[in-house]
């Protein structure tokens, strides 16, 4: 008996006591060593099956370990070389924020400037106005001494 599923001896003891006819003896015996050879190529197939599945994946994980190994520099070479790209994006965009908010600052800055100088022109026509109004009474006041002497 091979100790595996029904015990071998125990199918041909319950065969042998069924005293059946030789014939149907036959061909269970057949059948049995057929069902028994069955299982030994099944049993067979699986040990190669799974001794073939050890061996891949043992193929695969150092195949793994190799590409990793040979990837693992570029990997990081490229990683770096992102990450200082990320990096010179965001100076970058800080500095183009930068620039924009000086060009705000010079903007409201020319806009003060003007509006001063506007308001200093206005002031300086008004003085210049005043100027010709005081000339033109020191003239009036010098003509009309003149005429108070000569009268």
Known sequence: SSGEGVGVGDTERAVMEAQ??????????DTLAR????????????AA?????SALTAETESLRRRVGQRLEPELAKARALLETAIERFERAERSEEDMRERTRGLRASN??????TEKMAVELEALRGAE???RDEERSAAAAAARARAE
């Open 20 to 29: 059946l006819p030789p014939g149907i003896v036959r061909i269970l015996q």
């Open 35 to 46: 069902s028994r050879e069955a299982e030994r190529t099944a049993t067979t197939a699986a």
């Open 49 to 53: 099956a799974t001794s073939k599945l």
């Open 111 to 116: 806009e003060a400037i003007i509006r001063n």
């Open 132 to 134: 010709r109004r005081a």
